[in-house]
């Protein structure tokens, strides 16, 4: 769905920029110390058996559970590259190995434990602590020298990384000063932020600001637990009637392709998408004021309830190549949002006519080349907008099991097979 152009400019001002910028920040895992805290930043310190094995769990979780990102960027340090390495050989993609994005540098104190130091510089110690902001170790840095590498190294960077996703694999005080720099938090707040080893944080960055998705995720948390299913490694869910799915993402994803090769193999029907319909039938988007616009999202929404309640009633099931909660996303995307009380029961609406479905396929943005066809928008950025929208609608009101996050998959043979393996309507 393109954007309108007839909006006035200072509605069209007020629209969140298409072009974000996803970071996924993860920490390494934990470091063999002896036994002892230490002061470490630029030491190279080699991993615990315990830091391998949430590395190892980082790594899964990365490649089965996020999109594919354009590259990993690492910190150069051992502890980093342990867990970056097989992160891009796993994914595919490149790797870049970056100094400036290693731990604060603790000079003098380097790899030695804080006991030790105690007694060697006493108040030196005590006066690091009462302004760790500002107090540097001899020859080190302050957290605040810390905090300006990392903005300095986003302010270089963020031109060339703009508009696409990144895996950045770095420490825990890199992530602290990326926290504050992003959300206009003081660093002398830092501490507040604690993501945990092998962990992961997500921040949505456009001109518009910045959005904080995740903070210091368990990666080794969100693996499967018993009786519980991520969504990519959910078991089949095994029917006995004909399915009811529903497909979502952005244009250029290929849900009409697969949703028409499912209805096909398992003789029900196919639901197309209202708003391509229109388009085709010669619908002007440019033609229609802002609440024609916010009117019609209402009608497609509408209309596809009413042909998945009607597909049931004579089929027992449908494979739509929209979800109702995608029509959700649309209303927050266009900004239809100023009248709460509708917006609250839109998202009610959209999330109740969700249950019906069996599942809901969520197809990955970026593996499939956005063509041009006179009637979707050709800006590959605007349809990422929508695209990060509706995963974090998809992600917060479909239960893990229902909600089936389709990797990297190219070709419809392969991705039939992969929502088959998941899907099992009665034989």
């Given at each position: 769905?393109?954007?309108?152009?007839?909006?006035?400019?200072?509605?069209?001002?007020?629209?969140?920029?298409?072009e974000v910028t996803e970071l996924h920040l993860f920490r390494h895992g934990k470091?063999?110390?002896?036994?002892?805290?230490?002061?470490?930043?630029?030491?190279?310190?080699?991993?615990?058996?315990?830091?391998?094995?949430?590395?190892?769990?980082?790594?899964?979780?990365?490649?089965?559970?996020?999109?594919?990102?354009a590259g990993v960027i690492s910190s150069d340090l051992g502890r980093c590259r342990?867990?970056?390495?097989?992160?891009?050989?796993?994914?595919?993609?490149?790797?870049?190995?970056?100094?400036?994005?290693?731990?604060?540098?603790?000079?003098?104190?380097?790899?030695?434990?804080?006991?030790?130091?105690?007694?060697?510089?006493?108040?030196?110690?005590?006066?690091?602590?009462?302004?760790?902001?500002?107090?540097?170790?001899?020859?080190?840095?302050?957290?605040?020298?810390?905090?300006?590498?990392?903005?300095?190294?986003?302010?270089?960077?963020?031109?060339?990384?703009?508009?696409?996703?990144?895996?950045?694999?770095?420490?825990?005080?890199?992530?602290?000063?990326?926290?504050?720099?992003?959300?206009?938090?003081?660093?002398?707040?830092?501490?507040?932020?604690?993501?945990?080893?092998?962990?992961?944080?997500?921040?949505?960055?456009?001109?518009?600001?910045?959005?904080?998705?995740?903070?210091?995720?368990?990666?080794?948390?969100?693996?499967?637990?018993?009786?519980?299913?991520?969504?990519?490694?959910?078991?089949?869910?095994?029917?006995?009637?004909?399915?009811?799915?529903?497909?979502?993402?952005?244009?250029?994803?290929?849900?009409?392709?697969?949703?028409?090769?499912?209805?096909?193999?398992?003789?029900?029907?196919?639901?197309?998408?209202?708003?391509?319909?229109?388009?085709?039938?010669?619908?002007?988007?440019?033609?229609?004021?802002?609440?024609?616009?916010?009117?019609?999202?209402?009608?497609?929404r509408d209309e596809q309830s009413q042909r998945e309640q009607e597909a049931i009633?004579?089929?027992?099931?449908?494979?739509?190549?929209?979800?109702?909660?995608?029509?959700?996303?649309?209303?927050?995307?266009?900004?239809?949002?100023?009248?709460?009380?509708?917006?609250?029961?839109?998202?009610?609406?959209?999330?109740?006519?969700?249950?019906?479905?069996?599942?809901?396929?969520?197809?990955?943005?970026?593996?499939?080349?956005?063509?041009?066809?006179?009637?979707?928008?050709?800006?590959?950025?605007?349809?990422?907008?929508?695209?990060?929208?509706?995963?974090?609608?998809?992600?917060?009101?479909?239960?893990?099991?229902?909600?089936?996050?389709?990797?990297?998959?190219?070709?419809?043979?392969?991705?039939?097979?992969?929502?088959?393996?998941?899907?099992?309507?009665?034989?």
């Amino acid at each position: 769905m393109s954007q309108p152009t007839s909006y006035d400019r200072v509605t069209s001002a007020a629209m969140v920029s298409p072009e974000v910028t996803e970071l996924h920040l993860f920490r390494h895992g934990k470091v063999d110390v002896g036994g002892r805290r230490r002061a470490y930043g630029h030491t190279d310190l080699h991993l615990s058996e315990k830091g391998r094995v949430t590395n190892g769990a980082a790594v899964e979780f990365a490649t089965t559970r996020l999109p594919l990102p354009a590259g990993v960027i690492s910190s150069d340090l051992g502890r980093c590259r342990a867990l970056a390495e097989p992160l891009a050989e796993a994914l595919g993609v490149p790797l870049e190995l970056d100094p400036r994005l290693r731990e604060q540098h603790m000079g003098a104190w380097e790899n030695q434990a804080w006991e030790d130091l105690q007694h060697r510089y006493g108040t030196a110690i005590n006066d690091y602590w009462s302004d760790y902001l500002n107090t540097a170790p001899d020859g080190g840095e302050s957290f605040a020298d810390l905090g300006a590498r990392v903005a300095e190294w986003w302010r270089l960077r963020e031109p060339e990384l703009r508009g696409r996703r990144w895996f950045v694999v770095t420490h825990v005080g890199v992530i602290r000063s990326f926290a504050c720099h992003f959300l206009g938090v003081p660093l002398g707040d830092a501490l507040r932020f604690a993501p945990t080893h092998g962990s992961h944080t997500h921040f949505l960055l456009a001109e518009a600001g910045a959005t904080c998705a995740t903070m210091g995720e368990r990666t080794d948390a969100a693996r499967p637990r018993t009786g519980v299913a991520t969504p990519s490694q959910s078991p089949a869910r095994r029917l006995d009637r004909p399915p009811r799915l529903a497909l979502s993402g952005s244009a250029g994803t290929g849900k009409t392709t697969l949703a028409r090769a499912l209805a096909e193999r398992w003789g029900v029907p196919y639901l197309d998408e209202g708003m391509r319909r229109r388009l085709e039938a010669g619908l002007d988007l440019h033609s229609l004021t802002p609440e024609e616009f916010r009117q019609l999202n209402l009608d497609l929404r509408d209309e596809q309830s009413q042909r998945e309640q009607e597909a049931i009633r004579t089929h027992g099931g449908f494979v739509s190549d929209r979800s109702a909660l995608d029509y959700a996303a649309f209303w927050l995307v266009y900004r239809f949002v100023d009248d709460e009380a509708v917006t609250e029961q839109v998202m009610r609406a959209a999330v109740e006519q969700a249950l019906a479905y069996d599942a809901v396929v969520l197809l990955p943005w970026g593996v499939l080349p956005l063509v041009a066809d006179g009637v979707r928008s050709p800006n590959r950025w605007r349809q990422r907008h929508y695209q990060a929208t509706v995963e974090g609608l998809l992600r917060r009101e479909v239960e893990p099991g229902r909600l089936l996050e389709m990797p990297a998959i190219d070709g419809l043979s392969a991705r039939m097979q992969w929502v088959e393996a998941r899907v099992r309507p009665p034989t």
